[in-house]
């Protein structure tokens, strides 16, 4: 029996939505107070905080990082960024999420400076599941109620908590 490209849709969206956030995401990866002057001081920042939950070296990481932006900037609009790329010697996907002190000139889409950055480090053979994150992620930070709480919360707990509520919740 075939499967039409609706049914296709629609299972994949099942798929995205299914993924958790608390699948990728510890609270020992969330920097309420990230201290950066830069994109690339924000970069080697995050990149350390992935090197300790990963294992991985964080120079490995934040070159991986910058080949990445070389294609084009990650960050979206609206103070988000969402900076990613895949390394071999990952076993799962893995993020970090930081709330910069001080919002960070990021090569933008629209030209604003970014204040809520939203790590993705995949395996190299992960592919779809790379892109639902991707999607999941860029789908809760499109939430104007979720990016709001973001950035009226200053403590890791708490950032943690809104990142991963359940998605029925954010709806509204």
């Known amino acids: 029996m075939s ?3 609706l049914q296709s849709q629609v299972r994949a969206n099942e798929e ?6 608390t699948d990728l995401l510890t609270i020992e990866a969330v920097v309420p107070s990230l201290k950066a002057g830069s994109k690339k001081q924000a970069l080697q920042e995050l990149s350390q905080v992935a090197a300790r939950i990963t294992g991985l070296p964080a120079r490995d990481i934040f070159e991986t990082l910058l080949q990445r932006e070389k294609l084009g900037s990650t960050g979206l609009g609206q103070g988000i960024a969402i900076p990613h790329g895949k390394m071999p010697d990952l076993d799962r996907l893995y993020a970090v999420f930081a709330r910069a002190e001080t919002p960070i000139e990021f090569d ?3 030209d604003q400076p970014v204040d809520l950055i939203f790590l993705l480090l995949a ?3 992960a592919g779809a599941d790379h892109l639902k994150a991707l999607a999941r ?3 809760l930070l499109r939430d104007q109620v979720v990016v709001t709480k973001l950035r009226g919360s200053d403590n890791a707990e708490a950032l943690y908590s809104i990142l991963t509520e359940p998605a029925a919740s954010h709806a509204a």
């Open 16 to 21: 995205c939505q299914s993924m958790q956030l």
């Open 108 to 110: 933008s889409l629209d």
């Open 137 to 139: 992620i860029s789908r």
């Open 123 to 125: 395996p190299e053979s």
């Open 3 to 5: 499967v039409s490209p």
